[in-house]
């Protein structure tokens, strides 16, 4: 198998509803990665794109066609996926499984999507189609109220009281908010304290809207290359060592594990063998805080701090720059936002420019070499890792 | 091969509140909702019995937020029980107001009640039935 590296990056900024159409939001995300990698369309060997709701949020199938098209990757194959939140994760991992085995030298992947542009009540009967739809949704499950689930259960099983668990929460909430508010290209910049997340609305008990990332607009793109032409592209490679993906069934079906995802630790440990690293390596991770909960139970998953003690971490300030390790310095989910297509693609994106040091001061991972990504995709049905590493 | 339990059997068992499952002849496991393997050892070799409709409540949410035409169920419970059988299995809670539910439902006793019909929407394939338990007294 050969090396594979991102050799260039491309992001739109994450925002509410907007008027630019899927392939527009894609072509400025591929271009900006297209020509930081010094490339022109013509060079691109094939598009991996994720999108999840294309068809429900402007009725538009085969996006990946006239997105390649668009853009002047003219014919080359275009594959889209779809594996809800983690879609753009599956085109990465796919991508970087082509250009390894030799097949392709340099492949554009990423994703797109208007979930802001949808509205909340159709964006939450659409994301909830990544539930069971026969077996689970007559219950009238939602993705709040999935994770909602999944956060009394962490309270019951690690014997947290819940007030002390939402308080834990909240500081995850807080801190990536304050992240958010020093990255450009962030959704929701603001900073948000403990005392208005524990006023704000409830939207499934015990999760408040402040517990909830939003649903976003926007578009990421990645350019891949074997180390080969890397070399020619850029000094500055970033090496994908290690790559992970796993699935699950429905929830109730998970039961054995609940309220830790199976898939993510199948996944993740794939990921670390093949890279060949550790949790302690990792100094900088981007991981799926769809929910304030959904960010303790990923750290456990990821095997950065014991099993029901991620939301102490994070009060400690372990979880944030200067700590154990620093999550989510691009505002996670929960700020930078979650334009679900796109979202494993902007996790990418971001540690790419962290280990570049490229990002603003104020959320700069100081010498970070090893990073991470974690992308959740439905109730754990879909889980994908990614390590990367400085190619200099 | 043909699927022991297809979800229209097992849907039209849910309405008349009686809840099947699939029992593994070779691990002894229940797997519910049907499926084609086994759950836990993957074999084929399944039975079809029926279910007591009685467990412990896991974990559970109230919703304030439904999708797209399931506001007026608003607020509402679901929960994931463990049945007695050993297969957790969501469903809703009735009898218990949504609106104080608190951390003390979970391990709480309860019993299936009924077979409650979402009749479908514009996307979903026809109906579908959650099962609905109440606290045992």
Redesign the interface.
Known sequence: MRKVAVVGVGETKFSAAQEKTSVELFAEAAMEAITESNLKPKDVQALFLGNVLGDFSEGQGMVQVFAAENIGCRNIPANRYEGACASASMAVRDAFMWVASGFYDIVLAGGVERAAAMG???A???F??SS???????????F??LF??????Y??RYGIP?DKLKEQMATVSVQSYHYGMFNPKAHLRKEVDVEAILKS???????QLHDCCPFSDGAAALILASERAAKKLTNRPVYITGVGQASS?????Q?DY?PRLQAREISSQQAYNMAGVKPKDIDVCELHDCFSIASLIAAEGLGFFEYGKSGEAWMKGEAAIGGKVAINPSGGLKSKGHPIGATGAGQVYEITKQLRGEVEPERQVDGAKIGMTDTLGGDGGTLVNMVLRCGW | MEYKLA?KDY?EALKRNELLGLKCRECGTITV?P?MAC?KCASLDMEVIKLMGKGKI??????????????D?LP?I???V?LEEG??????LAGTDPTT?S?EL??QKVRMAEG???PG?R??AG?????VFRIEA
């Open positions: 909340t009540a159709l939450t009967r659409t909830a189609m069971d739809s026969r077996y689970e949704f007559p219950s009238g499950i939602t709040p109220a909602a689930m999944l956060a009394h259960l309270a019951a819940i609305f409830m939207v499934s008990t015990p999760l069934g429905p929830l109730a079906n039961q609940l | 979800f849907n909702p499926k759950r896991q974990t559970f949410t109230t919703c304030n937020v439904a999708s797209e035409g399931r506001e169920e509402y679901i929960l994931l463990e297969a957790w299995i969501m469903g809703n539910a951390m979970i391990g409650r019909v979402f929407d996307y979903s109906e579908g039935t959650s099962p």
